[in-house]
């Protein structure tokens, strides 16, 4: 039996319709709609729609979200009642994605149960819970000298062409097996390198736990100004049911250039660099959404890995300065060492993690105790013996000992190592068993020496004495 149908009530009813007043470069100036508020979701009568973005005494300026050619000045625009949302769920697994959820993949598009606004307020203190497991990357010298912990919001930063990509895209790697979900938010890239990116992670098996936010170089600035928030809107939802996440932000220089040139076209007032003066709240509210969560809460994680472009090392600009304040720490690439061939071209010195120590493993940090001080102390012992002057034997053998360590921690890229493998050349170094190994020929011993590792019993928490009796068998019969 049916049930009886809603009798249709006369009544008067009324509604707002705006019209456009002026479009270009991906904005719409719109006359009318007085009840409008900021981030709300508008339609125009061609079926396209936009996000209003600025509220003026007269007119409201609307981010465009389609590159529809019908929308022509005096069209109608009327409320659409709700916010910006994206789909989220598993169903995003493997896909490459606009900031809307729309497929970039030529597949259908993903089954959305859920659907997650891309603005939404950062976990409250009550929610959140101390950093304390580890975030292994893969990376000789983060995991073992900088070290990451779940949770943490570690910049990696540096200028155009050092190699901050391949990090992050290693960190992305090395979490196979690892029940760690990816969201890799490429902005403002040519296809080129997002074809790379695809094509990096498919051939590591590494898709079918990552999904990939797309807002390319020649898509509107609204889309690129959305695309960060769509990929943390995608890893809040797993975090929210408990699971750990990771988050890459490539990058956000070309976000806040986007954001400024939003600003500019809705004729915002100008600060510095031509910044609108609300910049720092465009990546505090953004990378704040990264935490870890109390048991009570679900105690999931979001590590964030926002990467940012620097120009000539000049470390005090604008925007590298906001991101250093909002974030737990820094990777800084050094354009002389990638010239030099020293890959990662990471400086030591210059990079930091602030609370990542925390959650390191005790048998790592341990073992990583000095090696940081003694690589620093390396350097200017190097810089210092360039003069010519005539060196001591204990001074000599610790330049010896600096080369061998500084040909151990390059690495190449797409090839992340364990955490076995960081335990095993912190003990191998750090207590001598490769005194009498040559600079040049450490990268061969070490990997014969990391062969080794997969066939054997040992464990991070395995005893000290049980690893340094594995790693002498080893060596003695390397050729």
């Known amino acids: 039996m049916t049930e009886p149908s809603t009798p249709y009530r006369f009544g008067l009813r009324l509604s707002e319709r705006g019209c456009v007043a002026g479009i270009g470069d991906g904005i719409a100036w719109i006359r009318g709609l007085p009840s409008a508020r900021l981030d709300e979701l508008i339609g125009f009568d061609d079926g396209s729609s936009g996000l209003v973005f600025q509220l003026g005494k007269e007119v409201l300026g609307a981010i465009l979200l389609s590159q529809s050619r019908g929308v022509t000045a005096g069209m109608a625009v ?8 994206i789909g989220v769920g598993d169903a995003l697994l493997g896909r490459v994605v606009d900031p809307l959820g729309s497929p970039l993949d030529g597949l259908p598009p993903p089954q959305i149960r859920q659907l997650r606004p891309l603005e939404a307020a950062a976990p409250s203190i009550i929610e959140r819970d101390f950093v304390s497991e580890p975030f292994y990357t893969g990376c000789k010298i983060v995991d073992s000298l900088i070290p990451i912990g779940k949770g943490q919001r570690q910049l990696i930063i540096g200028d155009d062409g050092v190699g901050k990509s391949a990090l992050a895209l290693d960190a992305v790697l090395n979490q196979r097996g690892r029940n760690v979900l990816c969201v890799m938010v490429l902005i403002g890239q040519p296809r080129s390198s997002v074809a790379g990116t695809l094509e990096a992670l498919r051939a590591a098996g590494a898709l079918d736990y990552t999904v990939l936010v797309v807002a390319e170089a020649n898509a509107l600035p609204g889309f690129r100004y959305l695309a960060p928030f769509a990929g943390c809107a995608i890893a809040e939802h797993w975090m929210r049911l408990g699971r750990d996440t990771l988050v890459v932000y490539d990058d956000l220089t070309r976000h806040a250039q986007s954001y400024r040139e939003l600003s500019l076209l809705l004729q915002r007032p100008p600060g510095r660099e031509a910044y609108p003066g609300d910049i720092f709240y465009l990546h505090s509210r953004l990378l704040e959404r990264s935490t870890v969560l109390s048991l009570e809460h679900g105690g999931g994680s979001m590590t964030a890995l926002p990467i940012i472009e620097t120009r000539q090392g000049e470390l005090s600009a604008y925007i590298p300065t906001n991101l250093i304040s909002i974030t737990d720490g820094q990777i800084y690439f050094e354009s002389k060492l990638f010239a030099a061939g020293i890959l990662p071209a990471i400086d030591i010195g210059r990079s930091v993690s602030r609370i990542g120590g ?17 690589y620093l102390q390396f350097l200017e012992l190097e810089l210092f013996a360039r003069f010519g002057t005539r060196l001591e034997a204990s001074v000599e053998q610790k330049l010896q000992r600096g080369r061998l360590l500084r040909e151990i921690l390059k690495q190449d890229r797409l090839q992340p190592l364990s955490e076995q493998a960081h335990l095993a050349w912190l003990l191998a170094y750090g207590e001598g068993l490769l005194a009498d190994v040559a600079p040049e020929q450490a990268a061969t011993v070490l990997a014969q020496l990391l062969q080794q590792l997969p066939g054997s019993a040992l464990k991070l928490d395995s005893p000290k004495q049980q690893w340094l009796a594995a790693l002498k068998q080893w060596l003695a019969h390397k050729p």
Request: proline letters at 4%; charged letters at 30%.
């Open 358 to 374: 925390k959650a390191q493993h005790p048998a790592i940090k341990n073992a990583a105790a000095h090696i940081r001080l003694d």
């Open 78 to 85: 009327q409320h659409i009642g709700r916010k910006l949302e």
